[in-house]
């Protein structure tokens, strides 16, 4: 095997042919001709790729693989490291989009005559859009340095030409900037644990913010850019600063953010820890967007006692999130406007009162803003958003603060409610964005004379919130939604639930006839795949706005509440229609859902496997009914010590006539109308609980 070979995974075979990790497992003890492991380790090893392709080619299980798979797993499978191929990849692509003539030259070269020639290219470009690297031409990662990426030597470049030339081919016919983009989110996917994400539909919410003050954002600051997610998301700066204290995050935000931005667009990135080395110390900058990292105690507490940027205080120990709130400040024109991602206890913690007190009387904080829980790692919790604002010499304090409550779950379209444990996939991020642009927009506006949206926002007077506590959390000042709505809301969910518990009486199964345990002949779920009955399709990919029907939406049997994301390379998703059945594939429990006309259409969504019957073969309802067993999944389930996965090839049916499958089915379909009854009921009937709670202790409701 050549040296540089590209080597894959059990999970990366996984991937190549559609199947999932148990098949791989299966097949290396069944089949004596699989390629042997060349790396890795006995519990993990690793395969040659091009010796797997030749294997599942010979036995019909791969007919082409795609190119885009192919040149992630020369991605993942690099020599030196999956964030060393990226920074080359990105290096590349750079070059492919600012020079796209002179890749054809350097590309017919072999392969370590390309490598040098290709060196010498890319710092051409990397100097004229970073600037000067440091001496030797590589960056030494300070905050004194020229720039984040530095040039790779050809001895470096030579183990990725092979990838370069892949990627070169992949962009011509997706674009460098969303190759770029489709490569960095699978390395941010595959290792979620390693990097703190802010999601792109925040990142635009943060962004919208600071874009919607009277003077365009022209310079943007992120002093600690992680992924460059929040840069990404501001429209057309005229100049972006990031600081990273990770090398390798640093690098790859330069990257993409270069390829994100045109020339026009200054852009600056450099590496070092931002509180104790800011690279940028005389940058008065006119939006500062930052998700700071939360509950660090070793943040230059210590060194750092007598630095200027206090200016409302000198943080405790514990108090880091307000470091970086001064921090972010103190990079603000009179003026600028900064928006930051915070912890909730920020808001509350008595260590920070004395700084919020100050923050507030000068009028540099202007609004908290809570975030429904999901948001933003960590999932569990609400988190706060603070808008902040520059005082400038001759402008008076704010007298009011702007308190925002955008954590209660919002109702689904099915008439429930949308669990805050839900997480990110349940968040009707529209309905955020709208309810805090509003809210924001209002409060900024001359006489702001919608600025108070009962249950979800309040400009709330400073005097009110000085107090010895000055505990800024909107949850504490503003109603909750429910108590908002009146004694007129709790009437029309007592007589939706009056309503629903008549028609769950009305759908409770009838007697049931015991009988023998049946013996039928079984088949299984793979056997009517490869005999044609029915295909089997997996979801999660694809891009585009239509809905997304998640693992949640199927469990909870709610309308399609994901979303696609908006960019990156085209890929079509799979598309739900009348009649099939999906299940989780996730989580241990027995749980299908047959698709009616009312979700056809939509995306499927991750962790979720379509079963699409052919009608004259399956009913959709006895599929799905004899699917949610409770031996059957137990069989067809593995288990790993953090999560039970389900196959759902392995799931049995039995082999019955069409005519007795739809009787079968009009059983289970009327068993899943009154549990669909039930789950309403359930809902509407805790909704009734906690309201009345609420108007008994408030006063709107009067004890009988």
Not at 49 to 64: H, P
Not at 76 to 83: E, I, L, R, T, Y
Not at 235 to 255: R, S
Not at 307 to 332: C, I, K, M, N
Request: proline share 9%; aromatic share 4%; net charge negative.
């Amino acid at each position: 095997m050549p040296e540089n070979s590209t080597e894959v995974t059990a999970a990366g075979i996984a991937r190549l042919a559609g199947v999932g990790r148990a098949a791989v497992s299966n097949w290396r003890r069944r089949h004596a001709d699989f390629p042997k492991p060349v790396g890795g380790t006995e519990t993990s090893p690793s395969f040659a790729l091009s010796e797997v392709e030749r294997w599942l080619r010979d036995q019909g299980k791969l007919a082409e693989v795609p190119l885009r798979e192919r040149v992630w797993q020369q991605v993942a499978g690099h020599p030196a490291g999956a964030v060393p191929a990226l920074v080359h990849t990105g290096c590349a692509l750079l070059l492919l989009r600012t020079s796209p003539k002179t890749w054809p030259e350097i590309a017919a070269a072999p392969d370590e005559r390309m490598a040098d020639v290709l060196s010498l290219a890319l710092d051409k470009v990397l100097t004229a859009r970073f600037g000067p690297a440091a001496e030797g031409g590589r960056a030494v990662h300070t905050a004194d340095d020229g720039r984040a990426v530095h040039t790779p030597s050809g001895t470096e470049l030579l183990p990725s030409v092979p990838l370069l030339r892949a990627v070169a081919e992949l962009a011509a016919g997706t674009g460098a900037g969303e190759t770029f983009e489709f490569l960095l989110g699978r390395q941010l996917d595959a290792n979620p644990r390693q990097y703190t994400l802010t999601p792109p539909e925040l990142a635009e919410l943060m962004a919208a913010l600071v874009e919607a003050g009277e003077r365009p954002a022209r310079a943007v600051l992120d002093p600690a850019a992680g992924t460059g997610a929040l840069l990404r998301a501001v429209a057309g700066p005229a100049a972006l600063y990031a600081q990273e204290t990770d090398p390798d995050l640093a690098a790859l935000t330069a990257l993409r953010l270069a390829l994100h931005t045109d020339t026009g667009c200054a852009l600056a990135a450099r590496t070092a820890d931002t509180l104790r080395a800011d690279a940028f110390p005389q940058l008065a900058a006119d939006a500062v967007l930052c998700h700071p990292p939360f509950n660090e105690r070793n943040w230059g507490h210590d060194e750092l006692a007598y630095d200027p940027r206090w200016e409302y205080g000198f943080p405790a120990r514990t108090e880091s999130e307000l470091a970086w709130v001064q921090h972010a400040l103190a990079h603000l024109r009179e003026g600028g406007t900064a928006v930051l991602l915070m912890p909730p206890a920020a808001a509350s913690r008595r260590s920070g009162r004395r700084i919020r007190a100050d923050l507030l009387r000068r009028g540099a904080l202007r609004a908290v803003i809570a975030l429904p829980a999901g948001a933003a790692p960590p999932y569990g919790i609400p988190l706060h958003l603070w808008v902040l604002r520059k005082p400038g010499s001759g402008t008076h304090p704010s007298p009011e603060l702007l308190l925002v409550d955008t954590a209660e779950p919002a109702e689904t379209p099915s008439g429930g409610q949308a669990s805050a444990a839900g997480g990110r996939d349940r968040l009707d991020w529209q309905a955020v964005h709208g309810a805090v642009l509003d809210a924001w927009q209002s409060f900024e506006s001359p006489g702001r004379p919608a600025a108070d949206r009962p249950g979800t926002g309040r400009a709330v007077p400073v005097i009110e919130l000085l107090d010895d506590d000055v505990d800024l959390a909107p949850a504490r000042h503003l109603p909750p939604p429910a108590a908002a709505g009146g004694p007129g809301e709790l009437i029309r969910v007592r007589e939706r639930l009056a309503e629903t518990l008549g028609r769950t009486g009305a759908l409770t199964p009838p007697a049931v006839t015991l009988s023998d345990p049946a013996h039928w002949p079984l088949t299984t779920v793979g056997e009517l795949a490869r005999a044609g009955a029915l295909q089997l399709r997996t979801g999660g990919s694809g891009t585009g706005p239509g809905p997304v029907l998640t693992e949640h939406d199927v469990l909870g049997s709610t309308a399609p509440s994901g979303s696609l994301p908006a960019d990156g390379p085209s890929e079509e998703p799979v598309l739900v229609e009348p009649g099939d059945v999906v299940v989780p594939v996730l989580g241990g429990g027995s749980a299908a859902r047959v698709i009616d006309d009312a979700t056809a259409g939509a995306a499927l969504g991750r962790n979720l496997q379509l079963l699409r019957p052919d009608p004259a073969a399956l009913d959709p309802w006895f599929l799905a009914g004899f699917l949610r067993g409770t031996a059957n999944n137990r069989q067809a389930s593995s288990y790993a010590s953090t999560a039970t996965r389900l196959d759902a090839r392995r799931l049995q049916l039995p082999r019955l006539p069409l005519a007795e499958q739809q009787r079968y089915g009009e059983r289970f379909r009327a068993l899943a109308e009154f549990e669909d009854a039930l789950r309403l009921a359930g809902r509407l009937g805790g909704q009734l609980v906690q309201g009345m709670y609420d108007g008994l202790t408030d006063g709107t409701v009067a004890p009988k």
